[in-house]
């Protein structure tokens, strides 16, 4: 999985260890990811746990990562508030979604 969040959704790596990556900028909260010894294959409740990704440009991050061959659930919405969603899959069926807050 490492190379779809460090190479498609272009986020840094700040740590890596055998099973174990960090990824984010300096000054950005990490998102880590780890394997498990008893956890194979894609998400078997892949909405079990959905990771929110924040952009100032959800429109570009989600023509950026279309354009890569991400799979998106989802297209940019309102929702009719001040925060705009969309909602795509990572190679291993994880539900990750984008959220611009607009000002």
Do not use: C, W
Request: charged share 25%.
């Amino acid at each position: 999985m490492l190379p779809f969040y460090r190479d498609v959704l272009g986020m840094p790596v700040r740590l890596e260890l055998p099973g174990y990556v960090q990824l984010g900028g300096p000054d950005e909260s990490p998102l880590a990811l780890g394997t498990h010894s008893e956890v194979r294959g894609r998400a078997t409740y892949p909405a079990r746990h959905i990771v929110t990704l924040e952009t100032s440009d959800i429109h570009a991050e989600y023509k950026r990562l279309k354009a890569k061959g991400v799979e998106f659930l989802e297209a940019p919405n309102e929702n009719g508030g001040p925060v705009m969603f969309a909602a795509f899959k990572d190679p291993e069926s994880n539900i990750l979604q984008l959220v611009e807050f607009k000002s």
